[in-house]
């Protein structure tokens, strides 16, 4: 089965955008705030959908594909090449579904107060790691494993916009921060393997990711250990 990034892409965008239409429905355009809104439920519970259940469920496909049925090691699937027929059509679908919510989240440009250019030049950076993820020219199932994984790290900020405690604001510092440390483990191993001039532009990508991420890692923790303030400040 041959890929298509620009078909594949368009399918996932119309799932999340039906998504996004049917929590509309729901919630309407309301945010997370009543009083300090900053991004419509919708968009929370989209997220959700999308860290929570369907790149997990891609990505246990992926895995059992690989394991099971093409009797492959988990090393071996880490470092298979990217192929754009069957073999690795699963781990394309995880990228792809990343491209189709990011675009569809843009249905929330101008109705939450705080989807501004900031979080629009958020997506465009997700984008171009994503794309850099699927140009590399092996690690097809590191690829897809640091996707998700990054992606779940970001599901409990999500989370924590809809269920406010002390102890979820303590999952989402610490689940984040882990898959942020993990990911990068990886993609420096990665590094070790790669060709030289891909190890040398993958480690520009990692070092700015670890520089992004330590900053909002910081300000996950001091909301979680300044709950009570954080709580106050938003309400």
Same mark, same amino acid.
């Given at each position: 089965?041959?890929?298509?990034?620009?078909?594949?892409?368009?399918?996932?965008?119309?799932?999340? +955008?039906?998504?996004?239409?049917?929590?509309?429905?729901? +919630?309407?355009?309301?945010?997370?705030?009543?009083?300090?809104?900053?991004?419509?439920?919708?968009?929370?519970?989209?997220?959700?959908i999308h860290e929570g259940l369907i790149l997990p469920v891609l990505l246990a496909a992926a895995v059992?594909?690989?394991?099971?049925?093409?009797?492959?090691?988990?090393?071996?699937?880490?470092?298979?090449?990217?192929v754009p027929t069957g073999e690795t059509f699963i781990e394309y679908q995880i990228h792809f579904a990343?491209?189709?919510?990011?675009?569809?989240?843009?249905?929330?440009?101008?109705?939450?107060?705080?989807?501004?250019?900031?979080?629009?030049?958020?997506?465009?950076?997700?984008?171009?790691?994503?794309?850099?993820?699927?140009?590399?020219?092996?690690?097809?199932?590191?690829?897809?494993?640091?996707?998700?994984?990054?992606?779940?790290?970001?599901?409990?900020?999500?989370?924590?916009?809809?269920?406010?405690?002390?102890? +979820?604001?303590?999952?989402?510092?610490?689940?984040?921060?882990?898959?942020?440390?993990?990911?990068?483990?990886?993609?420096?191993?990665?590094?070790?393997?790669?060709?030289?001039?891909?190890?040398?532009?993958? +480690?520009?990508?990692?070092?700015?990711?670890?520089?992004?991420?330590?900053?909002?890692?910081?300000?996950?923790?001091?909301?979680?250990?300044?709950?009570?303030?954080?709580?106050?400040?938003?309400?």
């Amino acid at each position: 089965m041959q890929v298509s990034v620009v078909y594949y892409t368009a399918l996932w965008t119309m799932f999340y +955008v039906g998504v996004q239409f049917l929590f509309w429905t729901w +919630v309407g355009n309301r945010c997370e705030s009543e009083s300090k809104p900053k991004y419509t439920l919708r968009s929370y519970y989209t997220g959700c959908i999308h860290e929570g259940l369907i790149l997990p469920v891609l990505l246990a496909a992926a895995v059992y594909k690989a394991v099971y049925i093409e009797q492959l090691s988990l090393h071996e699937w880490f470092l298979r090449p990217w192929v754009p027929t069957g073999e690795t059509f699963i781990e394309y679908q995880i990228h792809f579904a990343l491209f189709g919510y990011l675009i569809a989240d843009l249905t929330n440009f101008g109705v939450s107060p705080d989807f501004g250019y900031q979080l629009i030049i958020h997506h465009v950076a997700s984008t171009i790691v994503n794309m850099v993820s699927l140009n590399m020219p092996l690690g097809s199932g590191i690829g897809a494993v640091n996707l998700a994984v990054l992606e779940f790290g970001s599901l409990w900020i999500n989370i924590a916009m809809i269920f406010k405690s002390r102890t +979820v604001y303590g999952l989402r510092a610490i689940i984040y921060l882990l898959t942020r440390i993990s990911t990068t483990c990886s993609s420096l191993y990665l590094c070790l393997i790669l060709p030289r001039h891909w190890s040398a532009f993958l +480690v520009i990508v990692v070092t700015f990711l670890i520089s992004d991420n330590w900053k909002t890692g910081k300000v996950l923790i001091n909301r979680w250990l300044y709950f009570k303030d954080e709580i106050a400040k938003r309400n």
